[in-house]
């Protein structure tokens, strides 16, 4: 991420705008302490509620129960969700299904067509006496409170900010900056991604809501991954939402914003930006990349295609916020992820877009390669990041990894016409990678919100579920390696030890670089001066 940790596919992040965001938090900083610093309200009324249990009744309860015949009790019902289009639809069809409760919480949701969109679903269902709870990060709600208090001032509807900014004005660089006098409490984030209908079934993975998760957003789309959940994980998954939805970390949106902000003026505003735009749903493709068809189809159907598994949810707890905690002891998520890769006994496929694995990781992957484990790492490249720095701060392990025995992949940008691709612009046309996904030995799969690097380690709330699931890990694992996704360089060390090489396959004959495609000595300097700033606990 930039200095301040920024959002990962803002533009801030460029090696340019990183160094002038650097400069301006200093004097911004300074700006606070000479002026005065906003706090946040006190004596918070936050009324504690739990998931619904009287849903046995529900339509989607009957589907549930459809799709899991043969089930045990112990296994649950799972589906990947590769395809950005029928991830979105999912969404919306399990909103419009359900009858009695939604619950749902995210790090990100744009004031976009996919936001939006998603925005009047939840009010539709709160409308029809559904009981809606909604729990979304703060950090990246700069300019929303209109239209989120206005979605929480109709009945049925909660909503809460979790580790809120007491500035609540400017865009997202402009409240960091100013709240920096607090900076060890906002570098503390929430982010989850979760989605639970009647306490029946949850999507969970790596997407936010936002177009560029949802191929709705010409060439720069994430290349992402979710998973729908049916069966005793749910159950899991909704304890997992209670806790964080009762936390002192979560704030009403209406303690927030500011007085002159009435329900009824937030309720116009959200009326006029919501309710009033009758965007048409978007068309989805037919089946997706594995051959499935949409979950709206399969519902309409009254079953859903599912794969019967044993699931493990790991969590982070919602303390994790907590400034007082000090310690840079992995968390729940990130220490369950490295279990699972340390278990391992013939090979490891790893996909992070943002890989900085430490000292802790290392030893992992170190240990697994010395055991003759095939351990592959799939990742961004220079061109197709959004987050230069970090892509930086991998790029120092670089060597070591490949000293291990570790193969590396980065996605490669453009068409796959690696000479073209070499020269052209910054950006790929065909998506950067986002999911967060792992399968080890053929058999076992883990897919969540956690990067592989120190943030998400220490900083960040995260969640996943661990899965024993050869059908579903050879799904995935076809997916990471890139049978059905846009090629990637594979990164090896140059002849004679000196140097790296980048070699792209895919034409008559593969073409190697011997310099990183698309990083420009300009940008490599930029990149090198900032990152000598930036600690590697924020990356």
Not at 288 to 311: K, P, W, Y
Not at 376 to 399: C, F, K, Q
Not at 406 to 411: D, F, I, N, R
Request: one cysteine or more; a neutral charge.
């Amino acid at each position: 991420m930039s200095t301040l940790s920024f959002k990962r596919n803002t533009p801030l992040t460029a090696p340019g705008a990183s160094l002038r965001l650097f400069a301006m938090a200093l004097l911004l900083a300074l700006a606070a302490v000479l002026t005065g610093c906003a706090g946040l309200p006190i004596g918070v009324q936050r009324p504690v509620s739990q998931a619904r249990a009287d849903v046995a009744d529900t339509q989607l309860a009957a589907v549930a129960a459809a799709s899991l015949p043969g089930a045990d009790g112990q296994r649950s019902g799972l589906r990947l969700l590769p395809a950005g289009d029928q991830a979105f639809e999912a969404r919306i069809a399990l909103a419009r299904a359900a009858q009695k409760s939604i619950d749902a919480q995210y790090y990100e949701i744009a004031d976009d067509a996919s936001g939006r969109q998603f925005l009047r679903a939840l009010a539709e269902a709160a409308a029809r006496g559904v009981r809606v709870r909604l729990l979304v990060d703060d950090l990246h709600a700069a300019g929303e409170d209109a239209l989120l208090a206005g979605l929480a001032a109709r009945p049925n509807l909660e909503l809460r900010m979790f580790n809120p900014l007491a500035v609540r004005t400017g865009g997202v660089a402009q409240r960091v900056v100013r709240s920096a006098h607090d900076f060890s409490r906002i570098n503390r984030r929430m982010h989850n991604k979760l989605f639970l209908a009647d306490n029946q079934f949850a999507i969970t993975g790596g997407r936010n809501v936002a177009d560029e998760y949802f191929d709705r957003s010409g060439p720069d789309n994430f290349i992402d991954m979710d998973l729908l959940a049916a069966g005793p994980a749910v159950q899991d998954l909704s304890a997992v939402f209670d806790g964080y939805w009762n936390s002192e970390h979560a704030y009403p949106i209406q303690s927030l914003v500011a007085a002159s902000l009435t329900q009824d003026r937030a309720r116009r505003h959200f009326d006029a930006a919501v309710l009033q735009d009758e965007a048409a749903d978007l068309p989805v493709t037919t089946r997706d990349v594995l051959g499935q068809t949409s979950v709206a189809t399969q519902l309409a159907a009254g079953r859903i295609e599912l794969h019967l598994a044993a699931v493990r949810v790991i969590a982070d707890a919602p303390a994790k916020a907590d400034v007082a905690d000090q310690s840079m002891a992995d968390g729940a998520v990130m220490t369950g992820k490295l279990e699972l890769l340390q278990s391992a006994r013939s090979e490891v496929v790893l996909a992070s877009p943002y890989f900085v694995p430490g000292r802790r990781t290392l030893e992992v992957l170190k240990q697994a390669t010395d055991s003759r484990v095939r351990v592959s790492v799939m990742t961004n490249s220079i061109a197709t990041t959004d987050e230069p720095l970090v892509h930086a701060g991998y790029a120092r392990y670089r060597t070591a990894l490949l000293g291990m025995g570790v193969s590396l992949y980065e996605l490669m940008p453009g068409t796959g016409d690696a000479k073209a691709a070499a020269v052209g612009e910054r950006r790929g046309s065909l998506g950067r990678l986002h999911a967060k996904a792992a399968v080890v030995d053929g058999r076992w799969l883990y897919i969540g919100s956690m990067n592989m690097d120190r943030r998400s380690a220490h900083s960040n709330t995260e969640m996943g579920l661990i899965v024993d699931s050869p059908e579903l890990a050879a799904q995935l694992a076809s997916l990471l390696r890139g049978d059905r996704q846009p090629p990637s360089y594979e990164v090896r060390a140059a002849n004679g030890g000196n140097g790296l090489q980048w070699i792209a396959k895919g034409g008559t004959e593969p073409i190697v670089f011997a310099h990183e495609p698309n990083l420009r000595w300009g940008a490599q300097f930029r990149l090198g001066f900032v990152s000598a700033f930036v600690n590697e606990e924020l990356l």
